[in-house]
């Protein structure tokens, strides 16, 4: 039996996964939800997070300390976002790190960092450091993770590599009030590397590199000379007392250290990009005010850095809150970067004299799984959903409208695949994928589901599908953007790879948004071999599909 299942955009996959549980749930038990992966009962890391950390591939880890306390709404949930999107285009992992009702998340989905980044919760957040883990997780509390807190979370994740704006450290005067931040104490105790911008430009920068020497931490700057950057200026007037050009470099660096057994963490600090230091001496100014404002106050503890970046971007009217973006952003490029070569060492490593040229990153697709049982096969897209929701009305004019992004694995065929496989269905899936970042998401979304993906081609010269489709503050579609040439590619020619599986199917499912030579392949494909099938005939009325003609039931 052969279907022919016709999209209805995100509503006709909806409707195929709902009509094809009711079906199956006659033999077997819907089976859960994927959830993260537990490694502690406080602790849960992200399926894609997991397992990227299992196959070596590159992970990035992120704070939410800027969500929480750094930024206002919305500019923090954009940032967040932004920062997320500058990982995956380096192909590399995002896993950012959060405190949700007492649980630590390694690996934030897109609602969870809606829900860090709204007013209603930051107002009730913690600051969450490492001596306030234990706390947050016995009260049940929520709270944006510092850098000190996400190093210690990120160690434990597996995750070699964490990107931050910038560390906290010594701060004036700390040599009578010994207010020395916990991020300096973290590195020399926790083998984690950290790429940022240098110490935060409102602190005693020369003592902090003092105490980060006495703490065996190797401070590294990035680009052209050992000028240690000030977070908001490329120039502190400190010297750092190593300097690497490259990413390569700074890879070796970390992977020599770690596979040394050091157990502490290493400071690589990025100046801000040239385009943002234009206002670097403006910023410095504000900056000196705002501390004495802040001593005037009696402003001390967890309220100093809030406060007087609060003040900053007050007194040069947003200039800084701008400038503090663009640094992130850019810490993000280079932190990502470092974390590709850094994967690519360990891969080579792991997989000895016989490893391919690592310095191109392959998806590694799962091995086939051939069934001892007839199984469905399905044969379909697999595409990246991303739906843009603006929070007020549009703004024509504006460069960027405030709003929520959220992406989700979809495609009718991938979404068909995945309602059999947690039906334990066991389907055989044939798709195309590109080798590239999405590409990486939707396999790794496949895997954490138990699908067998061998099916799916990774594609050289193409993107993965995407559609993204934004939606206005009402709630009403204004419009869509699909990425779908990709789609092409899965034509008689690849079904032809598999037609082993084919021809062992009970049930072959096929997307009707294909070629239409995949199309008729397929139907003649059926229809000489006569591929028997359990599956009850209503099932094609209730998902609205057609039974392909002369298809042997």
């Known amino acids: ?33 994927h959830t993260p992966l ?18 070596c591939r590159p992970v990035v880890a992120l704070e939410t300390a800027i969500l929480t306390h750094g930024m206002p709404y919305p500019d923090n949930l954009r940032t967040a976002c932004e920062v997320e999107a500058v990982v995956r285009s380096q192909g590399v992992v995002p896993a950012t790190v959060g405190v949700l009702d007492g649980q630590v998340h390694v690996g934030l989905t897109q609602a969870q960092l809606e829900r860090l980044a709204s007013p209603a919760t930051k107002c009730q957040s913690r600051k969450v450091s490492r001596r306030d883990l234990a706390y947050a997780m016995s009260q049940g509390l929520c709270g944006g993770t510092t850098v000190a807190a996400t190093m210690l979370c990120a160690h434990k994740a597996g995750v070699p590599l964490f990107v931050t704006g910038g560390i906290g450290g010594v701060h004036w005067e700390g040599e009578t009030t010994l207010d020395v931040s916990a991020d300096v104490l973290e590195l020399g105790r926790t083998p984690v590397a950290v790429v940022c911008g240098g110490v935060k430009s409102i602190l005693d920068i020369g003592r902090t590199l003092e105490v980060l020497e006495t703490q065996g931490v190797p401070v590294v700057t990035y680009g052209s000379d050992k000028e240690f950057p000030a977070f ?24 020599n250290s770690f596979r040394f057994g050091m157990e502490s963490g290493i400071l690589v600090a990025v100046p801000i990009p ?12 504000a900056i000196q005010q705002a501390l004495a404002e802040a001593k005037a106050q009696k402003v001390k503890g967890h309220g100093m850095t809030p406060f007087v970046l609060k003040r900053v971007s007050e007194l040069t009217k947003g200039k800084s809150l701008q400038a503090n973006i663009e640094l992130v952003r850019h810490n993000a490029l280079v932190g990502s970067q470092i974390a590709v070569e850094l994967s690519q060492l360990r891969k080579g490593r792991k997989e000895g004299a016989k490893a391919p040229d690592q310095r191109t990153s392959k998806i590694m697709k799962p091995k086939p799984v051939r069934s001892q049982t007839k199984r469905p096969a399905v044969i379909g897209a697999s595409i990246l959903d991303v739906s843009a929701k603006l929070l ?33 269905a066991n ?15 939707l396999i790794t979304e496949m895997k954490s589901l138990g699908m067998d993906a061998s099916g799916v081609e990774v594609s050289e010269g193409h993107s993965s599908a995407a559609y ?5 503050a009402s709630g009403e579609v204004m419009f869509g953007v699909g990425d779908m040439s990709i789609n092409d590619t899965i034509d008689a020619e690849l079904v032809q790879k598999h037609a082993g599986e084919l021809e062992s199917a009970s049930l072959v ?17 059926c229809w000489e071999r006569k591929i028997p099938s359990e599956w009850p005939c209503k099932l094609i009325k209730i998902i609205h599909s057609v039974i392909v003609p002369h298809t042997h039931t």
Do not use: W
Request: charged content about 20%.
């Open 427 to 441: 389907p055989f899936f044939v798709s195309a994928v590109g080798n590239d970042s999405v590409g990486h998401t």
């Open 232 to 255: 908001f200026t490329p120039i502190s007037g400190h010297q750092a007392e190593f300097n690497l050009k490259t990413p390569c470099d700074c890879a070796q660096l970390i992977d």
């Open 274 to 285: 040239r385009q943002a230091q234009d206002i670097g001496h403006e910023v410095e100014l």
């Open 392 to 424: 007020d009305p549009l703004q024509k004019e504006a460069k960027s409208n405030p709003g929520s992004v959220r992406q989700s694995c979809g495609g009718v065929g991938r979404n068909i695949a995945e309602c059999l496989a947690r039906l334990e």
């Open 38 to 55: 537990p490694s502690h009962p406080h602790m849960l890391i992200s399926a894609e997070v997991a397992c990227a950390v299992e196959e």
């Open 468 to 472: 993204c489709v934004f939606v206005d």
């Open 509 to 525: 499912c096929l997307d009707a948004n294909l070629p239409h030579q995949c199309i008729q392949y397929v139907s003649q494909f």
């Open 1 to 33: 039996m052969m279907m022919l299942v016709c999209s209805g955009g995100m509503r006709g996959a909806r409707m195929g996964r709902v009509a094809l549980k009711g079906l199956l749930c006659r033999e077997s038990h819907s089976a859960p939800p």
